[in-house]
Every structure is written in C-alpha cells, then in structure tokens.
C-alpha cells in the first residue's frame, strides 16, 4: 500500500494506506476510494457527502462529527479481526447512506443521523445504536422515519430505544438482539429471526412478521401489537409463548 497523493475532492484513488492521513475539517467531498486502508483513522469533522468506497478497510477507526451523506460503501470492512472492536461513529451525518456487502460488526453509532440510511446483506452482528436518529422533521408537524436493513446480521445488536417505524428489516436475522422500547411500528419483518429477542415495551402495532421466527416472542410484554400480521401456523406459537395450551379440535 501507498499512502499517495494529497486527496482531492471529486478524484479517484486505489491501493492507498491512509492510515496517517490527515482527515480533520478536510472536504472530500464525491471522492471514490477503492482499495484502500485506513488502520487507528480519526476522521474528525471531515466532509465526504457523495463518497464512494469500494472493498476499503477501516481497522480501528473513528468517525466523529463526520458528513457522510449519500455516501456509498460497497464490500467495506470495519472490524478489526484481532480485538474484535468495531468502528466508532458518533455526532456524524450519514443520511442516505448506503451499505452492501460489508462487515460493520461490532460497530458503536452513537447520536448519529441515520435518515434514510441502507444496510444489505451487512454484517452487524453486536451493534449499537445508541440514540441513533432515523428521522427527519419535514415540517413542524411531519416526521418521516427511514431505514433499510435487508438480509442484515443484526444478532446481539442493541437497537433498544431505536425509532423504526415503517422501516424495512425483511430477512435479516434478529437473534438475540436487545429491541426494548424500539418503535417498530407497521416496519416489514418478513422472513426475519427474532429468536430469543429483547422485546419488552417494544411497539410492533400494524408490523409485518409474516413467515418470521418468532417463537419466544411474548405479547404480553409488548407496548402494542394490534394490527399486527401473523399467519395461522404463527398464532399457534405466539398463544404458547403467553403460556396459553394451544390444542387441535
């Protein structure tokens, strides 16, 4: 690896070592990354809005009061696979950003604008999402709640608290994820495993589990769940998790 040029907002780069690069107040904004290395990073303040990065590596980095908008991460690794530690994101602007394909394990995102944001088929597995923020005031009496997490691992992540309504979880696996109090409100949970999930207080009125694992899930411990889309070999196991003895004719 190289560490190359002086970057330059709007240019192309491939192979890179930035690890002792200079990110702080920087704009790079539209800058396309392929290949390239970021080891113990503090991207403090910088502006990337419409980066691309493709098959790069974060090991160990921070991300603080970063614009990330519209920003695209293809096959990017952020785990460090050593100590395990994930990437820190914390006060940083990622709306409409989008995620294929990359290992975000173990990540911290902390007060962290989340608009509208796209993960698919990306590891998450042991995230946190601490006061993240998939929202946006339209105006003074609209909020808009956006979020895509397709054919995601979100096993152990802590999405407690987190505002999810109307947002796209389908197909990705839940297990063992801390959902308490979460606003899951009419979200699409088709085809996704909530084995053994957090799940007191959590809103799932009007949400679309339909073909979901869902056996541990208890209703009871719900805040609401009416309108809630269920198939009939699913009404069996919910009413046995609320200790119900559920009998054929």
């Not at 995102?109 to 601490?130: C, K, P, Q, Y």
């Not at 608290?161 to 979200?187: H, I, Q, V």
């Not at 979901?212 to 889309?229: F, I, P, R, T």
Request: hydrophobic content about 40%; some cysteine.
């Amino acid at each position: 690896m190289d560490r190359g040029p002086e970057l330059e907002s709007g240019k192309a780069y491939e192979g890179l070592d930035l690890s002792a690069h200079d990110f702080d107040d920087r704009d790079l904004s539209d800058i396309k990354l392929t290949a390239c290395v970021f080891t113990d990073a503090r991207l403090s303040a910088v502006l990337m809005p419409g980066a691309r990065f493709t098959e790069c590596r974060f090991v160990r980095c921070r991300f603080a009061h970063a614009d990330l908008r519209e920003a695209a991460f293809i096959r990017c690794g952020f785990a460090d696979p050593d100590s395990h530690a994930g990437v820190e994101i914390a006060f940083s602007q990622f709306d409409q950003a989008r995620f294929e394909a990359c290992d975000l394990s173990f990540a911290d995102i902390d007060r962290t604008s989340l608009w509208s944001v796209e993960f698919r088929d990306t590891n998450l597995r042991g995230a946190r999402f601490h006061r993240a923020d998939f929202s946006r005031a339209l105006s003074p009496r609209t909020i808009h709640t956006a979020a895509t997490f397709a054919r995601c691992n979100l096993e152990l992540a802590d999405l407690s608290d987190a505002g999810l309504k109307t947002c796209d979880l389908s197909g990705s696996s839940l297990r063992e994820a801390d959902l308490t109090g979460a606003d899951l409100t009419a979200a699409d949970l088709t085809d996704c495993d909530l084995f053994q999930a957090l799940t007191s207080g959590a809103r799932l009125g009007g949400a679309d589990p339909r073909r979901a694992e869902v056996s541990g899930l208890d209703l009871s411990g719900l805040a609401d769940y009416a309108g809630m889309k269920i198939t009939p070999a699913q009404q069996t196991v919910l009413l046995a998790a609320m200790g119900l003895d559920v009998r054929p004719e």
